[in-house]
């Protein structure tokens, strides 16, 4: 499969010479695209005396059309008389736009792909990409998948430009860096690697640009593309690089000195490195006090202990160690279970599998269907499979528990490896009991604890237990307190900060 | 290889999963939960287990059940305990489940022959806790004190260990004893157990019918009563009210209990010192052959009901008679109990354990006829009492004082 791209890459890298006539020239071009619909080609003549022929070709609907045309009604401006120079030529097509000069056929076309219009002009053999770019764009819009309640409401959206100006308005630094990377033989993706370059760490950088320069691909489609590309672990459910639709997060991180990748075509740039506590986080801890964002972190902790370990640990309490279950509970989940075919680890495999399933449809579905959905979910399922007594209640009760558990965690990538673990613990569980739990519970931690993200420990802080990075853990300082950046940036540029505690004069 | 590991790692996981998993795998509904077990020992020496087993769904049903009873009681009879147990699969439909036991009822019978006969399997079997509260069966048989229907509680095995609980906290004729202690009281060098008793009270017969709880008074109900009190393991007797009372005051048990005492001067009328946090130091001393010992609880307490004319609580010297008072009643409870032990001779008052730890050379001189040496010891008596406080009254009404204002 991979010889069987490259070859193609290398059929494709055959270079066009350029021909000394414009129409030969223009001719080529066409072939190559291959007398596309989209190419227009338009001839023109720049000034009356003497007149020169000129043609002008780009692709409909990436070219701005009232910029093009305005641009040949001022042809007849154009000085008359003199030897046209290039430069003279140049300095003219500027007026309408950012003007490239190309010397090979290839360079031109990936110019007109681009958007940009190519300029042919009589007489020389040089061709002109003329920027003149008709954009139909998304407009910034409030994130639909990290809400806040205090805080920015605008996300990113699909245009690379936009997105650089999103971050470039919240950090008016000079340091703050793009450096232009393109992906992908044919989609020719841009992708801009960005970063402060007096925070960061070099290495880190290199590690990137080193992973990076590994990439020989035919098309970048999404971050979640690049990001299979350029993680640290395959055999892993954890995600080790980060993405948020946030402006405000991504450049917090960008602070913090993480790298930032921003991807033309995708709403969701990455950062890495990425330790565990990052997905844990949500902006809205910082736009609210310390105190409760403190809390709710604490909370959102709790729910990862929820969200994997209810269901078996409800199989584990219920099948092996019914002497754990306070008697009056026990005497009410016996009397569920009265009757019920299945054994308890079925029941839930069945009613977690629902879930999913439920889950799955009503992302896929459009709107108006997925009340329709709610009402069989809830009601008909739910209600019904314990009226029928095919299902004990309780586990109605454990799956939902787990369900609105696993839906607190802020960052939608870090939901999937509990989801996944939470089958697998299941089984130990049903095995093993309680032992099993605890089994997979050290087998997790040590899986954990064996991750890194770009040679940052994804257990960063936790383990190896760091006392000066659990400010910002699952505790969040008041931002008073928290004067230094995470471990992994160079000492001489850790000081974020030296405002003092708070006081007060009146 | 790295392949070659991760699959033989696997392997191991899978067969340590097929070998060992699910071996105490039970289903909430493969199990019959045990509350309640009674022991008896018939006329030829075999032992009749009573096992009180829940009917889940009757019992947690929020809607009118189906009228089936929320237990059923199984017997089964066998020479030993762990017989009998397994000869319940000849009657029961599922398998036993002992870590829920709330109370274990033991005929007096089978009490007075020696616990040891078969409290053995209990401590042995890993599957029964040793946290319930262990009661004797007085003048019934525990058969027959498991098949009363009580009047709230739903079973008789739950409403002994609710009963127990609460009264343990409030009056102090009863005390949890469980059977951690009682092996330890057992085995322990110079002291003898003692457990509550229990008996129905009111007709027997109707006791185990769904009239007995149709009416506002129940026809009968199980009360805890007196003391049953052990020489080694065997039943030897039981306490009166007095000597209970007196005995949890000897051995520092007292949680919480009321001692109505009289008024000053002769007058008549009683008042009401509710006595809780005792605390019982023992001094032990050795003369040549005699032991002195010297008793000394520390208890606290509160005025909680004054029926007396002329006792002022504010002053002084009610005081001190308040203090008296009640230090004269302990002691004589004390001492009727102690009186009643040593007669008896059992040491249900651990003097014998505390002599052990304080004169253990003595201690090996007397310990093969330790009942001897308990009767002729000299036992003092020195309650020291502290009424602090007095509920939210100071000296009670006085209807004649309000007479003349009017």
């Known amino acids: 499969m991979s010889l069987l791209l490259k070859r193609r890459f290398k059929e494709k890298s055959e270079q066009h010479p350029l021909s000394p006539s414009m129409t030969v020239n223009v001719e080529t071009i066409q072939s190559i695209i291959g007398q596309s619909e989209d190419v227009t080609v338009r001839h023109f003549s720049l000034g009356k005396e003497p007149k020169v022929n000129a043609t002008i070709l780009y692709l409909d609907g990436l070219a701005d059309l009232q910029n093009i045309n305005s641009l040949l009604t001022q042809t007849i401006l154009f000085p008359e ?54 954009t139909q764009e998304r407009q910034v819009d409030i994130p639909t998948t990290e809400n806040v309640i205090r805080g920015p409401k605008e996300a990113f959206v699909e245009n690379l430009y936009v997105n650089m100006a999103l971050v470039r308005r919240r950090i008016k630094d000079p340091h703050l860096r793009f450096d232009s990377w393109t992906f992908g033989e ?5 992708v801009m690697v960005t970063y402060i370059s007096d925070v960061i760490n070099p290495t880190i950088l290199t590690e990137l640009e080193s992973r990076l320069q590994r990439i020989n691909t035919d098309a970048i489609q999404s971050s979640g593309d690049l990001e299979e590309l350029i993680e640290d672990e395959f055999f892993t459910p954890f995600p080790t690089v980060y ?21 033309d075509g995708s709403p969701f740039p990455l950062v890495v490195p990425a330790p565990f506590v990052e997905f844990i986080h949500s902006a809205e801890d910082y736009t609210q006090r310390a105190d409760i964002g403190t809390l709710i972190r604490l909370l959102r902790f709790a729910c990862i202990f929820v969200a994997l370990f209810t269901p078996s640990l409800y199989v584990a309490v219920t099948t092996f160690h019914q002497e754990l279950i306070p008697f009056n509970l026990m005497v009410s989940l016996a009397a569920q279970s009265e009757g019920t075919p299945f054994p308890t680890v079925v029941e839930v495999l069945i009613m977690e599998l629902l879930f999913e399933i439920i889950r799955e449809a009503s992302i896929r579905m459009p709107l108006p269907v997925g009340q329709a959905l709610a009402i069989v979910g809830a009601l008909v399922i739910g209600t019904a499979v314990v009226e029928a007594g095919i299902i004990s209640s309780t586990v109605v009760i454990v799956v939902a528990l787990t369900a609105i558990s696993s839906f607190v965690f802020p960052t939608y990538s870090i939901g999937v490896p509990f989801r996944i673990c ?28 064996n991750l890194k993200s770009y040679g940052v420990p994804y257990l960063e802080g936790m383990s190896p237990f760091i006392r000066k990075e659990q400010g910002d853990a699952i505790f969040r300082l008041p931002k008073w307190l928290l004067n230094t950046r995470p471990r992994f940036i160079p000492s001489d540029r850790t000081i974020r900060q030296k405002t003092p505690k708070p006081s007060k004069r009146l | 290889m790295r392949f070659l590991k991760l699959s033989l790692c696997s392997l191991l996981l899978l067969v340590s999963v097929l070998l060992s998993g699910c071996w105490d795998q039970y289903e909430l509904r493969e199990l019959s939960v045990v509350t309640g077990l009674g022991i008896d020992v018939l006329d030829d020496e075999t032992i009749r287990l009573t096992v009180q ?36 699969t000849e009657k ?54 498991l098949s009363v229907i009580p009047p709230i509680e739903e079973i008789a095995s739950i409403h002994i260990m609710n009963s127990i609980s609460y009264g343990e906290h409030s009056y102090s004729l009863v005390t949890a004893t469980t059977l951690d202690d009682l092996f330890e009281k057992i085995v322990g060098p ?23 709880v149709e009416e506002v008074k129940p026809i009968a109900f199980l009360q805890l009563g007196d003391m049953a009190i052990f020489r080694e393991d065997q039943l030897v007797g039981w306490l009166t009210e007095e000597e209970t009372k007196g005995l949890l ?63 002022d609580i504010t002053s002084k010297e009610s005081h001190g008679y308040i203090h008296r008072a009640l230090e004269q009643k302990i002691n004589e409870l004390i001492d009727e109990t102690l009186t009643r032990a040593r007669n008896e001779h059992v040491d249900f008052t651990g003097i014998g354990r505390e002599v052990y730890r304080e004169q253990p050379k003595y201690w090996k001189t007397v310990k093969n006829d330790w009942y001897e040496a308990f009767e002729q010891a000299t036992i003092e008596i020195n309650t020291e009492a502290d009424v602090v406080e007095s509920g939210d009254v100071n000296n009670t009404f006085n209807i004649e004082d309000y007479k003349h204002d009017h």
């Open chain 1, 422 to 449: 939470r089958f697998i613990v299941l089984l130990f569980a049903s095995v093993y009991g309680l032992f099993g739990i605890f089994l997979f519970g050290m087998i997790l931690l040590l899986h954990l604890s």
């Open chain 1, 81 to 134: 008389g003199k030897q046209r120079t290039w430069p003279e030529i140049i300095s003219f097509f500027e007026k309408s736009g950012d003007v490239t000069v190309h010397t090979t056929i290839d360079d031109a076309i990936k110019a007109l792909l681009n958007g940009l219009s190519l300029v042919f002009v009589e007489q020389y053999d040089r061709i002109l990409a003329v920027e003149m770019l008709f």
């Open chain 1, 243 to 263: 993405s948020s639709e946030r402006p405000d997060v991504i450049t917090s991180h960008l602070l913090e000195g993480k790298i930032t990748l921003l991807i």
């Open chain 2, 92 to 145: 029961a439909p599922r398998r036993g489940y002992y870590s829920h036991i709330a109370s274990v009822v033991i005929g007096e019978r089978a009490a007075r022959a020696g616990l040891t006969n078969f409290l053995d399997h209990f401590y042995r079997d890993h599957e029964i806790r040793t946290d319930f509260p262990i009661v004797i069966a007085r003048g019934y048989e525990a058969k027959e004190i």
């Open chain 2, 190 to 212: 110079g002291i003898d157990p003692y457990l509550n008793g229990i008996t129905i009270n009111g007709d027997e017969t109707v006791s185990k019918q769904i009239e007995n």
């Open chain 2, 53 to 88: 087993v829940i009917n889940p769904s009757e019992l947690a049903s929020q809607e009118e059940g189906t009228g089936r009873s929320s237990a059923q009681n199984y017997e089964t009879f066998a020479p030993t305990i762990q017989e009998a147990f397994r000869k319940l």
């Open chain 1, 186 to 190: 044919r989609s020719q993706t841009k």
């Open chain 2, 249 to 311: 005051y000897l051995t520092g048990d007292i949680q919480d209990t009321a001692e109505t005492l009289p008024c000053p001067n002769g007058q008549e009328g009683s008042f009401v010192v509710e006595t809780y946090a005792t605390n019982v130091t023992m001094d032990i001393t050795q003369e040549g052959d005699g032991l002195n010992v010297s008793i000394n609880p520390e208890i606290q307490g509160t005025i909680s009901e004054v029926n007396c004319d002329q006792l």
